[in-house]
Nanobody, 132 residues
Framework: QVQLVESGGGSVQAGGSLRLSCAVFGYADSNYIMAWFRQAPGKEREGVAT????????YYADSVKDRFTISQDNAKSTLYLRMNSLKPEDTAMYYCAADPSTYRYGGGRRYSWYEVPRYKYWGQGTQVTVSS
């Protein structure tokens, strides 16, 4: 049973920093894709950053590039998201996601890393609130 548990959310002022953590339980595969998503009230869940645990390759949404950094510990049991220069528009519930498949398909096409259906496992989320 795979379980993802997020922590590290909180309230900060604009310009501040936070580091989110996602503990991974029950995952024996050492090569998979992991990501951070976020969902603000009334908006769709959106991909923020992803990492391929086997290669270490990372990708970011344009809105967070150069401000957020996704990383993993050496044991690949914890995923991190370092968030700097936070803005009020970063306020959202942040979710950790993981999937063991090299690719995942639906509707006749391959899902991209920033799409929700790409991932099989999800955490419960941690709230980030940025005040101006």
């Amino acid at each position: 049973q795979v379980q993802l548990v997020e922590s590290g959310g909180g309230s900060v002022q604009a310009g501040g920093s936070l580091r989110l953590s996602c503990a991974v339980f029950g995952y024996a595969d050492s090569n998979y894709i992991m990501a951070w998503f976020r969902q603000a009230p009334g908006k769709e869940r959106e991909g923020v950053a992803t990492i391929f645990t086997g290669t270490g390759d990372t990708y970011y949404a344009d809105s967070v590039k150069d401000r957020f950094t996704i990383s993993q510990d050496n044991a690949k049991s914890t995923l991190y998201l370092r968030m700097n220069s936070l803005k009020p528009e970063d306020t959202a519930m942040y979710y950790c996601a993981a999937d063991p498949s090299t690719y995942r398909y639906g509707g006749g096409r391959r899902y991209s890393w920033y799409e929700v259906p790409r991932y099989k496992y999800w955490g419960q989320g941690t709230q980030v609130t940025v005040s101006s």
